[in-house]
């Protein structure tokens, strides 16, 4: 299956670039004729989150990066690459009445597959491959 490069995007560490980072893979993805990318948008706000609140990337000055590749007409693989940070992402249980602490089960639940590795340059990477074909039954509209 072949992988195309399709853009890399450096957000600054702030909470109003998790919507921005999701339209912007949207808009990216649509482009290269991917049909449905909900379930693509759900795992980047996700990830983007979570970089903003586990890592550095969250301080002043810091910055976020979001790759995204197609691979094939039907997959999508995102990455998002932090400033690092002192606890290593992990999915963890959440009580009912929790208010955080869920974003890694969604990602876990949406994606075909993901993982945690370092980054090549400074700190860490979250990657996730998502299916974008008309049947993904996941994620929320764009808003």
């Known amino acids: 299956m072949s992988r195309r490069f399709l ?6 560490g702030v909470a109003s670039s998790v919507p921005v980072a ?3 893979i949207k808009a990216i993805l649509a482009a290269a004729g991917h049909r449905n990318v909900t379930g693509v948008q759900l795992v980047v706000s996700e990830l983007v989150a979570n970089a903003l609140t586990h890592s550095v990337s969250g301080l002043p000055g810091g910055l976020i ?3 995204v590749r197609a691979i094939g007409d039907d997959l999508a ?3 998002v690459m932090d400033d690092g940070g002192v606890t290593a992402p992990h999915v963890r249980e959440s009580g009912e009445l929790d208010c955080s602490g869920r974003g890694l089960q969604i990602v876990d639940d949406t994606a075909l597959r993901w993982g945690i590795g370092d980054n090549a340059f400074r700190g860490r990477r979250v ?8 049947e993904t039954p996941v994620g929320t509209p764009d808003t």
Do not use: M, Q, S
């Open 22 to 24: 999701r339209h912007c």
């Open 77 to 79: 693989r995102i990455d």
């Open 65 to 67: 990066t979001v790759g």
């Open 7 to 12: 853009a890399d995007l450096v957000f600054p």
């Open 127 to 134: 990657w996730a491959e998502v299916l974008t074909t008309d």
